[in-house]
């Protein structure tokens, strides 16, 4: 038990009659790198704000190590936040803004300027203390904005899209640093991202979420590659998803072709849904494969090619590293622990 | 964010200082003074048909436009000249239309009594050629000449700030699509400032329909313009009901032609002073 | 080349226009005698009869006394109030800006007179204090106005930024929220000031004769008749603007140049 630092129990939003969650119970462990991860509102904004206490859940308990702290208002909260757009106080100087925290605890002179030093240094600014916030580059800014929240030495800290608004590279240098910032203070990092990419890289657990739902709770390894239903796996990984019906355990029939798998436990002739990742599908250049068709169009990726193959009754999103032409005649399988089978999306 | 409450204050006084007195004139226009309180009626709106104020309103109207028009003449030009790329120093030129307008309003038009009175700086100039000293003062004119003073400005400001935002690549498109100096006036410049010109139309007839002061000081005559029919009503004849409906005359006037304006002058930003 | 001399030629008409009035004031205010029209040699007098006139005196006193009490009062209740207005949406607070809206695009007049039957009805004796109430209900308006642009461009995060690093809400409120939104103060401030001074419709209708302002006092100058001290009185008014509007401006513009930079 003592190792969970925050569990939300029950917790449940409705802002002006609409349920923005329904019914959130999630545990977060010491130390561990959570990701919220989900579309644009699922709800992961509304349960980090919660946990910040920017927002008073309708019904349930936020429980910090513990004690119940739902209504503790945020200034009291031994947690820190690094805002969307890093909401830096553009009237202060890089220095006063990681301050602001310090000297609302009184600290001496002498350590505020010790830990806004180190600060600057954990996030590679080292001399910048006297900049003007707004001379920075939007880069920049976030570092400060981690700072600024780090030197309080929070329990935990809440990240809400931090990276949404740096370009690609930069994006992806920050989260190996972001990383190496949580091993390095050993803390525990709620994040909030819709970049499935992102939150395969950094997190321990990742929480899927959709309409105010948790959908599924893993890590980065089970959430792809077990995904629970058909949304995980779409909004995981580009993922081709068939209508399928379970004959019995470890067969299932798609495309009017019986096929072997591995899952059990659904009911006989059960309708299902059929995942299977574009890189699991082999295509063969003859008739050797299980299911025929045509190479539709063919995109050159970088590192693999995407092909579209249609089928009688699917057109299946393939990649791989050999290039199979236009409108030229294949035949695709796939190996029967690649094909992941899941309930019906309940709609 | 439950911060609301900090409106509470000021929501009152907007009740007390803005919503009431309305409501006040709005009563007396529709009331007559009887012996035991007031009465309802519309005497003051048909005291108002009367050919004699009607005359009146007409001249505010007739004035007002036609000082409208004269800046809208005057300042075009100007707007068009300050926003062009060949104008140095052009902030500097921009201070110099804003500077009068701040300087007070009674003073401009004082200003304009020195210099058009009889023994005044332009008859005196005049006598220099010979010329016998006329009567520049308390006519149309002189009140037409005072508000266009007054008021250029506020015509010019805004049509500068709607052309000078003008994207020059724009310009330069229609000059590439081979328009013609005079074409891409008309075609392209002139219908993108339109906006600014809604607003500097509204910036001076607004005020120029409402002025008892120009009037009062410049023009001749008791009744001169409507604003000078509620100022009198209410600090010499002392007929309240009268000039509340004169007022609400006015205000109905104002919110009409604003409503036209504000139909064609979707960019509020045009009227930027500052 | 020939239309650029064109062009400088109209705006030069145009600013001769603009300025040619004030320019014959402020030279015949050191003129020494009661003529516009004849130099009779340079003279202070007019100057100094402007500062021995006991009506010119008090009304400067209630001019700047008014200015600065209603632009003070204005800018502490227009501020609040439009950090409450802010957090308001929907129909209400559209209602609430339009509503806000009229002192500004009502006719001076309709607002001068209304207010005059508003205390007349109250039994309120009209003097300084109508002049004042009158003077803070039209300036608050242009303080909001001024200060609600700000709290839109503010970051919405801020405030909740300096909850979490532990700042109370009043903490937040002073360390935070107004630095953050003091330039849009201090114009709504400079605004209603200017505005103050120069009004002269509203007070018009909303004082006694024992209580003018410096617009009063010329409107009822330049009515009896030509008055050299008008004259001296312009000079330094238009002085006085001239240097107020030259620090506005040297303020926009450092803004607009921070602006730039971000």
Redesign the interface.
């Known amino acids: 038990m003592a190792e969970h630092i925050i569990e939300l129990v029950d917790i449940s939003k409705t802002f002006d009659s609409t349920e923005v969650l329904k019914t959130i119970n999630l545990y977060i462990r010491k130390n561990e790198f959570l990701t919220l991860l989900g579309p644009s509102g699922c709800g992961k904004t509304t349960t980090l704000r919660i946990i910040?206490?920017?927002e008073q859940p309708t019904t349930g308990k936020v429980l910090f190590e513990g004690k119940d702290i739902t209504s503790l208002?945020?200034?009291k909260r031994r947690?820190?936040?690094v805002?969307?757009?890093?909401?830096?106080?553009?009237?202060?100087s890089v220095e006063e803004n990681i301050a602001?925290?310090l000297k609302?605890?009184k600290l001496d002179k002498a350590t505020i300027k010790e830990k806004v030093r180190n600060a600057l240094k954990l996030v590679n600014l080292e001399g910048y203390e006297n900049r003007s916030v707004?001379?920075l580059s939007g880069g920049q800014q976030q570092r400060i904005a981690i700072a600024?929240?780090l030197v309080?030495e929070p329990d935990v800290l809440l990240l809400d899209e931090p990276l949404g608004a740096l370009d690609l590279k930069l994006r992806q240098d920050m989260q190996v640093e972001l990383k190496r910032m949580q091993k390095q203070l050993g803390i525990t990092f709620i994040y909030v991202t819709h970049d499935q990419e992102e939150a395969l890289t950094m997190s321990d657990t990742i929480v899927v979420m959709k309409d105010g739902l948790i959908q599924q709770i893993g890590t980065p390894e089970d959430i792809y590659n077990e995904p629970k239903n058909a949304f995980v796996a779409d909004f995981i990984g580009e993922s081709n998803i068939i209508p399928g019906i379970m004959k019995k355990d470890c067969l299932v029939e798609f495309c009017n072709t019986i096929f072997d798998c591995v899952d059990k436990g659904f009911g006989v002739n059960e309708p299902v849904d059929v995942v299977i990742r574009p890189e699991d599908v082999e295509i063969y250049p003859d008739d050797s494969g299980k299911l025929q068709g045509i190479v539709e169009s063919v995109t050159f990726k970088g590192v693999h090619y995407e092909m579209i193959i249609r089928t009688d009754s699917f057109a299946f999103t393939a990649h791989n590293t050999l290039m199979f032409p236009q409108n030229s005649k294949v035949s695709i399988s796939v190996a029967p622990d690649n094909i992941h089978i899941m309930k019906k999306a309940v709609n | 964010m439950k911060r609301r409450f900090l409106a509470y204050p000021y929501l009152l006084w907007m009740l007390i200082f803005i919503v009431v007195p309305l409501l006040l004139v709005l009563f007396y226009s529709f009331t007559t003074a009887t012996e035991d309180g007031f009465a309802f009626t519309l005497d003051n709106f048909k005291t108002f048909m009367q050919p004699i104020y009607l005359k009146v309103l007409w001249r505010s109207l007739a004035l007002a436009a036609i000082s409208t028009i004269v800046c809208l003449i005057l300042g075009y030009p100007a707007a068009l000249i300050l926003s062009s790329r060949q104008m140095s120093r052009k902030s500097f030129l921009l201070f110099l239309f804003v500077l009068p307008m701040w300087m007070n309003f009674l003073l401009r038009t004082y200003a304009w009594l020195t210099l058009l009175e009889k023994n005044g700086f332009i008859n005196t100039i005049l006598s220099v050629f010979g010329i016998e000293p006329i009567q520049l003062l308390y006519n149309d004119g002189a009140v037409v000449l005072g508000m266009v003073y007054n008021f250029l400005p506020f015509m010019v400001l805004p049509i500068y700030s709607v052309l000078k935002k003008i994207d020059p690549s724009v310009i330069e498109a229609a000059e590439d699509l081979g328009a013609n100096q005079v074409t891409v006036f008309r075609k392209v410049i002139f219908p993108l400032s339109l906006p600014g010109v809604f607003s500097g139309i509204s910036m001076v007839f607004m005020p120029a329909v409402t002025t008892f002061v120009i009037s009062r000081l410049l023009g001749g005559g008791q009744y001169m313009l409507i604003g000078n029919l509620i100022e009198k009503q209410f600090t010499a004849v002392y007929d309240w009901h009268f000039g509340s409906a004169v007022s609400i005359v006015m205000m109905v006037i104002i919110l009409i032609s604003m409503g036209i304006l504000s139909k064609y002058d979707n960019d509020r930003e045009g009227g930027g002073l500052w | 080349m020939v239309k650029n001399a064109i062009n400088r030629i109209y705006l030069f008409i145009i600013f001769l226009f603009l300025y040619a009035p004030i320019m014959v004031l402020i030279v015949f205010s050191f003129n020494n005698s009661k003529s516009r029209s004849h130099w009779n040699g340079f003279t202070l007098r007019w100057y100094i009869e402007l500062f021995q006139d006991p009506v010119i005196k008090k009304a400067l006193f209630y001019t700047i006394a008014i200015a600065l009490l209603s632009s003070l009062i204005a800018t502490i209740v227009g501020t609040i109030a439009a950090i409450g207005i802010h957090s308001f949406n929907d129909w209400k607070k559209t209602l609430i800006l339009n509503i806000n809206y009229i002192p500004i695009l009502n006719p001076d007049i309709v607002t001068g007179v209304s207010l005059m039957i508003l205390f007349i009805f109250a039994r309120i004796k009209l003097g300084f204090w109508t002049m004042l109430l009158a003077h803070i209900t039209f300036n608050i308006p242009y303080v909001i106005l001024s200060v609600l642009p700000k709290l839109k461009q503010l970051?919405s995060?801020?405030y909740?930024?300096?909850?979490?690093?532990?700042?109370?809400p009043l903490?937040a409120f002073f360390?935070?929220i107004l630095?953050?939104i003091?330039p849009g103060i201090v114009t709504g401030a400079l605004l209603a000031f200017t505005l103050s001074v120069d009004d002269f419709v509203i007070s018009f209708f909303n004082t006694s004769s024992g209580v003018t302002n410096l617009s009063i006092t010329i409107f009822s100058m330049a009515r009896t008749g030509i008055n050299p001290k008008i004259n001296a009185l312009s000079t330094i008014m238009f002085l006085t603007i001239l240097i107020l509007l030259f620090i506005v401006n040297i303020r926009t513009s450092k803004e607009v140049k921070?602006e730039k930079?971000?």
């Open positions: 910040g206490g920017f208002p945020p200034y947690v820190n936040t805002f969307q757009r890093y909401a830096l106080f553009s009237h202060l602001f925290g609302i605890k707004d001379s600024r929240a309080n | 970051n995060h801020l909740e930024a300096a909850l979490d690093l532990g700042a109370t903490y360390k935070v630095p953050e003091r921070e930079a971000k």
